[in-house]
């Protein structure tokens, strides 16, 4: 890439670099993000696997009822 940017003007490429670091930086906020969902997810599955009672579940997650429940048929 950093090859076809030279061929660019300097105004032109520092364009293509910011939008090529905005993509990258929305990626990897996504990726993490849903790094934090898989994770709220398994804690649950783990609470309900303990016999937590779902109310408690939701409270301390965050998570909505409907996806603990959810969560507790898999």
Do not use: C, H, W
């Not at 364009?15 to 997810?41: A, D, H, P, T």
């Not at 009672?53 to 009822?65: H, N, Q, S, Y």
């Not at 409907?66 to 898999?74: Q, S, T």
């Amino acid at each position: 890439m950093k090859e076809e940017t030279k061929k660019l003007a300097p105004k032109e490429a520092d364009m293509v670099f910011e939008m090529m670091n905005s993509y990258e930086r929305r990626g990897m906020e996504k990726g993490i993000q849903e790094g934090r969902q898989e994770g709220l997810q398994e804690a649950a599955k783990r609470m309900l696997a303990e016999g937590m009672d779902v109310a408690l579940i939701v409270k301390l997650t965050k998570l909505p009822e409907a996806e603990v429940r959810a969560l507790a048929l898999e």
